[in-house]
């Protein structure tokens, strides 16, 4: 498939990469996930990006990629855009995923490029081509070379361009800011994969953000994205001046995945279980330290 200028167009807004519940075994809390997505549903958010890094899912076994598949079909078809994370250290396994996602409704998937074993452009293009022509979705590369030691630049990204044309967009976490508006300038819808970033993203042409934060504190995202679009700019600065405190808090102590997990927990009423392991918990007091602040943040209570 090729996606049209409108089936492009709508590829904008608030994509949180939302956490995952996981049970004690290891297997996916469907319950709990069903209410992360819909908590952030009723704070407006246009999208997911899931089973992302804050996902977990480049560790994730194939079922529990399945079972994340399926709940976010069942919980975003017809509501909001979901972008599943099929990304793994093999090709077979990220093509799995991809047909799951698929054949559960997810709306587009998203891949960073081969891990562990690193590989040349060639590798790259053609493990992109098999896990895109499996879902044949519109689909998102993940540019995130601090963890998969690769970097998508402009010219790779023009032939990946050439050779996948299920292409759409692109992810852009790397540290090289300047590249969000190179990409843009390409045609690909990029987010911005840092949620201190947003207004930047939205000035130098790209369409919105995916980031952990924005499941935290999806209002402020939202009414950041929508004073940018009705051009009122005081708003769109005072909400991105908030979203700095934001975006440390949820980074702090080296446990972003399981810091995602316990404030949108405490929000919830319930708990969203650890980390699959060997990712980084919070200690008890850790915990206790993480909720104090985010409560004088205002993240504990829903929004009305």
Same mark, same amino acid.
């Given at each position: 498939?090729?996606?049209?200028?409108? +089936?492009? +167009?709508?590829?904008? &807004?608030? !994509? $949180?990469?939302? $956490?995952?519940? !996981?049970?004690?075994? &290891?297997?996916v809390d469907e319950e709990g996930y069903r209410a992360i997505l819909e908590d952030n549903i009723r704070h407006g958010v246009h999208g997911f990006w899931n089973a992302g890094g804050t996902g977990e899912g480049a560790i994730m076994n194939d079922?529990?990629?399945?079972?994340v598949a399926r709940v976010t079909g069942e919980v975003c078809q017809g509501r909001v855009l979901s972008i599943l994370h099929v990304g793994s250290p093999t090709?077979?396994?990220?093509?799995k995923a991809a047909r799951a996602a698929r054949e559960s409704g997810c709306d587009a998937i998203c891949c960073v490029p081969p891990?562990?074993?690193?590989g040349n452009e060639r590798s790259i293009i053609e493990h992109y081509q098999r896990v895109a022509d499996a879902a044949d979705l519109p689909f998102f590369a993940y540019n995130l070379p601090q963890m998969t030691q690769v970097e998508l630049? %402009? %010219?790779?990204? +023009?032939?990946?361009?050439?050779? @996948? $044309?299920?292409? @759409?967009g692109m992810k852009h976490s790397a540290f090289n800011f300047a590249n969000l508006g190179i990409f843009a300038a390409m045609g690909l819808r990029v987010f911005t994969g840092n949620g201190f970033l947003l207004? $930047?993203?939205?000035?130098? &042409?790209g369409i919105g953000v995916v980031d952990a934060p924005p499941s935290v504190a999806p209002w402020i995202y939202v009414e950041l994205f929508e004073a940018w679009q009705r051009d009122d700019l005081d708003i769109a600065r005072a909400r991105q001046d908030e979203t700095r405190a934001i975006t440390e808090l949820t980074r702090s102590n080296g446990t972003p995945h399981h810091n995602t997990k316990i404030i949108i927990g405490a929000r919830l009423g319930r708990d969203l279980g650890a980390p699959l392991p060997p990712v980084n918990r919070l200690d008890a007091a850790g915990r206790q330290a993480l909720l104090a602040e985010a409560g004088k943040l205002g993240l504990l209570e829903a929004r009305t």
């Amino acid at each position: 498939m090729t996606a049209t200028a409108a +089936e492009r +167009e709508k590829w904008r &807004g608030i !994509f $949180p990469a939302v $956490p995952t519940a !996981f049970r004690d075994d &290891g297997q996916v809390d469907e319950e709990g996930y069903r209410a992360i997505l819909e908590d952030n549903i009723r704070h407006g958010v246009h999208g997911f990006w899931n089973a992302g890094g804050t996902g977990e899912g480049a560790i994730m076994n194939d079922a529990q990629r399945v079972a994340v598949a399926r709940v976010t079909g069942e919980v975003c078809q017809g509501r909001v855009l979901s972008i599943l994370h099929v990304g793994s250290p093999t090709t077979e396994s990220s093509v799995k995923a991809a047909r799951a996602a698929r054949e559960s409704g997810c709306d587009a998937i998203c891949c960073v490029p081969p891990v562990i074993y690193i590989g040349n452009e060639r590798s790259i293009i053609e493990h992109y081509q098999r896990v895109a022509d499996a879902a044949d979705l519109p689909f998102f590369a993940y540019n995130l070379p601090q963890m998969t030691q690769v970097e998508l630049t %402009p %010219p790779l990204m +023009e032939k990946i361009q050439r050779a @996948v $044309p299920q292409l @759409v967009g692109m992810k852009h976490s790397a540290f090289n800011f300047a590249n969000l508006g190179i990409f843009a300038a390409m045609g690909l819808r990029v987010f911005t994969g840092n949620g201190f970033l947003l207004l $930047p993203a939205l000035e130098n &042409g790209g369409i919105g953000v995916v980031d952990a934060p924005p499941s935290v504190a999806p209002w402020i995202y939202v009414e950041l994205f929508e004073a940018w679009q009705r051009d009122d700019l005081d708003i769109a600065r005072a909400r991105q001046d908030e979203t700095r405190a934001i975006t440390e808090l949820t980074r702090s102590n080296g446990t972003p995945h399981h810091n995602t997990k316990i404030i949108i927990g405490a929000r919830l009423g319930r708990d969203l279980g650890a980390p699959l392991p060997p990712v980084n918990r919070l200690d008890a007091a850790g915990r206790q330290a993480l909720l104090a602040e985010a409560g004088k943040l205002g993240l504990l209570e829903a929004r009305t």
